[in-house]
């Protein structure tokens, strides 16, 4: 009667188990733990959103069930954001639909697009969660590595033929989580032309497009001419504006792909808190001041970090988006092996690479979501490291 369904027995095993184990013996021992491990933003939502949620949650028209795909009012904010940031012209009515937050639109993806059997193509490492809505869903994976030596975007010359012709849908996630890296205009249009001659369906997590440091900002993957015939994009206020516990975000991009996605939507869940959406127009038209605060604090706490760990020795990579900082680990140690050295000697908790999958081995992810303060400790102990 308690037996696991196939699809959770099958799950790939929490590759931080063991990190999360030390991590605990080292706390226990009385060491001031730095985590650096987990991307979640450690400042408070920006106040005039919390503001403009505390007038929302007294309505009691935001009280009863919301509508599926979200209202019209955060469609049309949505839109007009996409205009404005990107010059992209989205329909409001077809081809934007709300979110529980993105994760939960990257997860049920699959159910509407891949059959038992089918292939997605997807990043490695990557964010776990593209691999397991397609098992879910019965699909099959085929991984791409994102090597260093193509700026880790995927070398799409490498996918075999019967692949490509098996493959339904195509993830791809830039400004990228773990590495950091930004992709191209021209990558994306490589994508397009492949997605288009093997019929490939593309989705692009876009959760990291408002954090950058340097450069021009990174694009939307609906910007390339003819992305919007293949592709799907995921955003999320969670990182843009530090409410990852609001659980709000929106996919956008081809509607047959946006309603697909909101027939599997339909079925599940029943929308996101409409005075939540509200609150989420109010950071959209409004938040662009917050969000150039927030790219400071990142870039002074990227820069200590980055600079520390140069003068440790080590050669991390600088981010010019995203708030993590990749970094090749030293000759002769995995990545779990340096992670935990790191740990007990000098206290702070990173991320090995091969949790990302099999091509993230051979680096750690640091995360910038700690007081500066912190960092900096962080970063003194980390200076004084000898693995
Ligand atoms: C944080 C993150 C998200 C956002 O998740 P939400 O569910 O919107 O909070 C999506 N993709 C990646 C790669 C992330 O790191």
């Not at 188990?17 to 985590?35: Q, T, W």
């Not at 491990?37 to 009691?60: N, R, Y």
């Not at 790219?295 to 010019?320: H, W």
Request: with cysteine; glycine share 8%; hydrophobic share 40%.
């Amino acid at each position: 009667m308690t037996k696991l369904a196939e699809r959770v027995r099958t799950l790939p095993p929490y590759l931080f188990a063991e990190l999360d184990r030390k991590k605990e013996i080292v706390m226990k021992r009385g060491v001031d733990v730095i985590d650096l491990g987990v991307g979640d933003p450690d400042l408070p939502t920006p106040s005039f959103i919390v503001s403009a949620m505390a007038k929302e949650i007294k309505k009691a028209e935001n009280h009863r069930y919301p509508s599926y795909t979200g209202t019209l009012a955060f469609r049309t904010a949505v839109a007009e954001w996409y205009k404005k940031r990107f010059r992209v012209s989205l329909k409001p009515q077809t081809e934007v639909i709300a979110l529980i937050g993105s994760k939960e639109g990257i997860a049920h993806f699959p159910l509407a697009f891949i059959d038992p059997g089918d292939v997605a193509l997807v990043p490695d490492p990557a964010y776990p969660v593209y691999e397991i809505g397609t098992k879910f869903a019965g699909g099959k994976v085929h991984r791409m590595p994102l090597l260093e030596k193509n700026g880790f975007l995927p070398d799409l010359s490498k996918i075999p033929e019967r692949v490509r012709k098996k493959a339904k849908v195509m993830f791809l996630n830039y400004p990228n989580n773990p590495t950091s890296a930004v992709a191209t205009k021209k990558f994306f249009r490589d994508v397009v032309d492949f997605a288009r001659a093997y019929d490939i369906i593309v989705v692009h997590d876009a959760a990291y497009t408002e954090i950058y440091y340097e450069g021009p900002p990174p694009p939307s993957f609906l910007q390339v001419p003819g992305a919007k015939k293949v592709g799907i994009e995921f955003h999320s206020l969670s990182k843009t504006y530090n409410m990852t516990g609001w659980r709000i975000g929106f996919a956008c991009g081809n509607a047959d792909l946006v309603g697909g996605l909101g027939k599997i939507k339909t079925n599940v869940d029943s929308g996101a808190f409409t005075a939540i959406q509200n609150a989420s127009i109010v950071a959209l038209k409004k938040g662009d001041g917050s969000v150039e605060k927030l790219r400071e604090i990142y870039r002074k706490r990227r820069d200590i970090m980055v600079k520390s760990l140069q003068e440790a020795g080590f050669s991390p990579f600088l981010p010019t988006a995203s708030f993590y900082v990749w970094m090749p680990v030293p000759e002769g140690m995995t990545s779990s092996e340096f992670a935990g050295a790191v740990l007990e000697k000098a206290g702070v908790v990173c991320t090995p690479g091969v949790g990302f999958g099999q091509s993230g081995e051979g680096y750690v992810r640091f995360s910038l979501t700690v007081p500066e303060k912190r960092l900096r400790e962080a970063a003194r102990r980390m200076r004084e490291l000898k693995v």
